[in-house]
């Protein structure tokens, strides 16, 4: 009990301080003690438990399982919200581990599998669907046995037409980068912009989600994506896609409620609401006017009843509502099965069921921001004073997101930064001295993607490091060994900068 009140105290410290000024309010910490002492006891004893419990869940929709609705690993998955997180990962990564595939007769471990991928024909202007780089890995990689994927070495060697790289480990996560950087767009019909996105209101604008508009011949490329997920999960990866919660609540079995549409539909939320809120008298207003009918998330008109002209009554107003909910709901679960079938083929996905959307989303996407302090631990600076390296950190810290995943590009061939202290597994971030005759000013960082090493010039002030880390990792995105940026002299070619350290 001591141990639960010190943490007690330690994180509400005003709280816990106020509450022992009177009786009542001391019954209410202990309340607490109790609540976090009980915590922390379940966690304990899961840990050792995990292994013997059936998690096993059918693949159909938000939660709808096989096992009886009281079997143990309905109800541990039902308290996931207050399992540790690092109960999750390790259990996860023990299983990870015991699911790698092995060489048999029928397969070598140790043969990888060569990827192609030609970036100058997925960039020019027009572009089709099979010229993007998710198409040309699809082809490839689409034949290839899930078992192929399950290893512990990285399952391809990417070579980009072209470009002079050799792949140690930064190609491979350019691939998966740009293959989601493509999925992202509207390059490809898989996903397309929320309505939110689209008219510029409502929350998380940013999102794309999967087509409600499902063609039979896109079942292999959803579940390809699914695959892509599972091998990020396997080699540390982040796919950096921007999906909706309705995706990451599939993938866990959670349970859809109104805030999911609304992160994908303000509008129709709204009307929501106003149904839901609304007193009787005014009800009948809102129906007027109003068919069994609505919008699909590509702007689509959907029947909800098998006579969508008909006019909304009052009295069916109940049924309209959970009709609507259940549509947008259900829109996108038959690409969302697939998706889910090609992950559960490379990762264990049963144990993903005790992951929270929002944890799943982490451990796929990674975080949107930069996390600069995480960085900082996990970084060697070879030299320069304090005050050099302060500069350095700072510019960082000042950059928007877009920036800093430009920087993450430029340094490691990845957006988005491991979630923890050993997601870096012992590749820590070095930053050397560049030593090269001439005016260190005028010279521009370079970097090794494979080996996630930056090799700076010890540049005289702040604003002539900003300017010239900003032009690399804005300018220098390709594998070139033409001198673009291996830190010469900027060519004309860059955009002018003054290097005089004034504003």
């Known amino acids: 009990m001591a141990s639960a009140g010190a943490i007690c105290w330690l994180v509400f410290p005003k709280l816990?301080?106020?509450?022992?000024?009177?009786?009542?309010?001391?019954?209410?910490?202990?309340?607490?003690?109790?609540?976090?002492?009980c915590i922390r006891r379940f966690n304990s004893l899961l840990t050792s438990a995990l292994p013997a419990i059936n998690l096993q869940h059918s693949a159909t929709p938000f939660g709808s399982i096989l096992q009886s609705r009281n079997s143990l690993g309905r109800r541990v998955c039902r308290y996931k919200h207050i399992i540790f997180m690092d109960i999750k990962r390790n259990f996860f990564n023990r299983l990870l581990k015991g699911t790698i595939t092995t060489s048999t007769g029928d397969y070598n471990t140790e043969s990888v599998i060569s990827l192609k991928l030609n970036r100058w024909l997925s960039t020019q202007s027009i572009t089709t669907p099979a010229d993007t780089i998710f198409a040309q890995a699809f082809k490839q990689l689409s034949t290839v046995k899930s078992a192929a994927l399950r290893t512990k070495q990285r399952p391809w060697q990417v070579t980009f037409e072209g470009e002079a790289a050799e792949d140690a480990g930064g190609p491979f996560r350019s691939s998966i980068m740009l293959m989601c950087d493509d999925l992202m767009s509207e390059k490809l019909p898989l996903f397309i912009p929320s309505p939110n996105q689209r008219s510029g209101t409502g929350l998380q604008r940013h999102n794309y989600i999967v087509s409600p508009d499902f063609h039979l011949e896109w079942a292999d490329h959803y579940e390809f994506i699914g695959k892509l997920f599972g091998v990020g999960?396997?080699?540390?990866?982040?796919c950096p896609v921007s999906l909706p919660s309705i995706v990451w609540k599939y993938l866990t079995s959670g349970t859809p409620n109104k805030d999911d549409i609304a992160f994908v539909d303000g509008s129709t939320a709204s009307v929501l609401e106003c149904f839901e809120k609304c007193s009787s008298d005014k009800l009948q207003q809102l129906c007027d006017g109003m068919k069994w009918s609505t919008h699909a998330s590509d702007g689509k008109v959907i029947p909800l009843s098998e006579n969508p002209e008909a006019d909304l009554q009052v009295r069916d107003a109940s049924k309209f509502l959970q009709r609507l909910k259940s549509y947008r709901w259900n829109e996108a679960t038959l690409a969302l099965s697939f998706i889910f079938r090609g992950l559960h083929s490379v990762v264990p996905s049963d144990v993903l069921q005790l992951y929270t959307w929002r944890e799943l989303e982490l451990e796929i996407c990674g975080r949107h921001f930069m996390d600069v302090e995480l960085l900082k631990r996990n970084t060697i600076f070879e030299f320069g004073d304090k005050r050099f390296q302060d500069w350095f950190w700072g510019i960082l810290k000042r950059m928007d997101g877009k920036s800093q995943a430009q920087f993450l590009r430029f340094v490691w061939a990845r957006d988005r930064l491991p979630l923890t202290d050993e997601g870096f597994n012992d590749c820590k971030f070095r930053v050397t001295e560049m030593r090269r005759r001439g005016m260190m000013d005028r010279c521009l960082p370079e970097a090794a993607t494979c080996s996630f090493n930056m090799t700076l010039p010890r540049y005289s002030s702040e604003v002539i490091m900003e300017k010239q880390i900003r032009i690399a990792i804005e300018n220098c995105s390709e594998y070139d060994l033409d001198g673009a940026a291996r830190g010469v002299i900027i060519s004309e070619s860059l955009p002018n900068a003054d290097l005089s350290g004034e504003d």
Request: with cysteine.
């Open 233 to 238: 999960l396997r080699q540390g990866t982040s």
């Open 16 to 37: 816990s301080l106020l509450l022992m000024k009177e009786e009542k309010c001391r019954t209410v910490l202990v309340a607490m003690q109790l609540r976090i002492e």
